[in-house]
């Protein structure tokens, strides 16, 4: 539940249920989120990976640099990430930013990580696809549920859903088509076709879970 607030729904006529406020989330609540979420994302990311594929976003972005360079993913996201800082600090808060620097941060640790305690020995891509998008995208469910991001689009789709009341699904589903897309230039064409379904699976939870005004009575 977002921690913002937001004017009460309407209530049907002949409904016996009242609009309720929502209940800001404690600092406990808010940590057990972000690791939970972070963590169902570096499993999802693990999937795209394993099966060769790309993800959409600043981590698409990253991934396509850490290929064309060599460099560590969880480098290169922390580092493309800093100048959203200054958007969410202006226009989502300083407790938006901070929450979303500490989760761009731990998934930045447990990319470099992960394959010391995770590996695939063999995975179908098609089932990469959906199964890691669909992980990914209720991972960042959880994380845009306490006003939180992994940063770079996440932060703009929030801010252009609070501001104007876009779907923050269909904002990013949008991008992320985009930057695998750009993958053309130097990955296979059946694998880019995969790394959309993955990244329409992932937005598709969004779209469908994430929307102005939704999980706001009861």
């Known amino acids: 539940m977002s921690n913002a607030p937001a004017a009460s729904p309407s209530v049907p006529p002949g409904s016996s249920a009242m609009p309720v406020a929502g209940v800001p989330h404690t600092v406990t609540e808010d940590a057990v989120a972000i690791f939970t979420g972070v963590l169902l994302i570096s499993v999802g990311v693990a999937f795209f990976t394993s099966a060769g594929l790309l993800t959409g976003g600043t981590a698409g972005l990253a991934f396509l640099l850490h290929y064309a360079t060599g460099l560590g993913f969880g480098k290169i996201f922390f580092v493309l990430n800093l100048p959203f800082y200054w958007l969410a600090l202006r226009k989502l808060g300083r407790a938006f930013t901070l929450k979303t620097f500490i989760a761009v941060l731990l998934l930045s640790l447990l990319t470099e990580l992960q394959t010391q305690f995770l590996q695939f020995a063999q995975l179908q891509p098609l089932y990469a696809a959906v199964a890691g998008g669909l992980i990914t ?3 960042f469910l959880v994380l845009f549920r306490h006003r ?29 088509c985009g930057i695998v897309l750009l993958a053309l230039w130097t990955v296979e064409p059946l694998r880019v076709a995969w790394s959309i379904v993955g990244a329409v699976a992932l937005n598709l939870v969004l779209a469908m879970n994430h929307r102005p005004g939704r999980y706001m009575a009861m």
């Open 137 to 139: 995208g209720t991972g």
């Open 148 to 176: 939180c991001s992994l940063g770079g689009v996440g932060i703009a789709a929030l801010y252009l859903q609070d501001r104007y009341g876009w779907r923050a699904g269909k904002v990013q589903m949008a991008v992320d």
